[in-house]
């Protein structure tokens, strides 16, 4: 016998009203506790970073009923748990210490709070995430896939920081960002970042932040890179030329785009790392595997002049931005 849809939705509204109707009446509702739980770390560290956390200070819930309630961490790698209170509110531990591994990841640190088992009210927990990086270009780091070939090498006097430089357009260039923490930001304000992604910085801060000898490359420095011999806008056919094949920690870091043949062929291994906007002391990052802006030394009408690529086009676009409201990396020259 076949059911007409009508027919069936009657029956399934009768089974459903069924299962209501057996539905245990000792059932008990449980209930939320008050508050909320907060956990902060730096979202990218390198192996071995450590950081305590005092359990007195995280213990923000509160029970109305006035039951006890227990705290646990759980570990990022073993997935163990680690009870520091338990749910009959005795302290086991007033610390509990994270080592970030030695794996280049992304990993979870979790915090619960629960009550007694007998308790109507409900366990709650919050999760932080992290990524363990290194710096490096040897294929140990988190940057992979940088050919350094025959490159030379010059160390900044001013922090030790060293980096490889390629001749192109007449001139040397730093195939790494400028990592210099004199000025500008690192990456989500995490240090770690800073050899790998380079620090952000103004069009103010970039005029003075090139070590002695070497400077800001001005915007007739990039229109010297290109072949076509056309004007000092926008520059087709460069972007390619220019873009590192690069992984982040395994990640490639340039999608693949038909209309974008990534060569590398002037050396300059530019990577996506997006931009910043500095406001009240604080820096939003965006443009993460999408953008590469670097700026120059040029200024239009007040505002700086930055080079640009997006990701799906073989275009080195040219753009003008806030000196003070906007941040980007900085390559040097040295001519």
């Not at 490159?151 to 040397?172: C, H, L, M, Q």
């Not at 010297?224 to 030329?241: E, N, Q």
Request: proline letters at 5%.
């Amino acid at each position: 016998m076949k059911l007409n849809r009508y027919v069936a939705a009657a029956l399934l509204i009768a089974v459903l009203a069924t299962a209501a109707g057996c539905k245990d009446d000792n059932t008990t509702e449980t209930k939320a506790l008050d508050g909320y739980l907060t956990l902060t770390m730096p979202p990218f560290v390198e192996p071995g970073f450590t950081k305590t956390f005092m359990i007195d200070t995280l213990m923000t819930l509160v029970c109305p009923a006035g039951d006890p309630i227990g705290y646990a961490f759980t570990d990022p790698v073993s997935g163990k748990t680690d009870t520091l209170v338990t749910a009959e509110g005795k302290f086991l531990n007033h610390y509990y210490t994270l080592t970030a591994p030695g794996e280049l990841s992304q990993y979870t640190l979790k915090l619960s709070a629960f009550t007694p088992a007998s308790s109507i009210y409900e366990n709650t927990s919050v999760s932080i995430y992290f990524t363990v990086v290194r710096p490096g270009l040897d294929g140990k780091g988190s940057i992979t896939e940088f050919q350094a070939g025959t490159s030379e090498s010059f160390t900044d006097p001013r922090d030790g920081n060293s980096y490889f430089y390629t001749s192109a357009g007449g001139v040397d260039w730093m195939r790494q960002n400028l990592s210099w923490a004199g000025a500008g930001r690192p990456y989500r304000d995490c240090p770690s970042m800073s050899s790998i992604f380079g620090q952000y910085y103004t069009w103010e801060e970039a005029q003075t932040a090139c070590p002695e000898g070497w400077t800001l490359p001005s915007d007739a420095d990039w229109v010297a890179l290109r072949t076509d011999g056309g004007d000092s806008r926008d520059i087709p056919g460069l972007a390619g030329r220019l873009m590192g094949d690069l992984y982040f920690n395994g990640d490639k870091m340039w999608e693949y785009w038909r209309e974008v043949k990534i060569t590398d062929e002037l050396g300059l291994s530019v990577m996506p790392v997006g931009y910043a906007f500095p406001s009240e002391g604080r820096y939003a990052f965006d443009g993460l595997f999408s953008y590469a802006v670097l700026w120059t030394s040029d200024e239009v009408d007040g505002e700086g002049v930055c080079r640009y690529i997006y990701q799906d086009k073989d275009i080195v676009y040219r753009g003008l931005m806030s000196k003070t409201e906007f941040a980007a990396p900085v390559r040097c020259i040295r001519k």
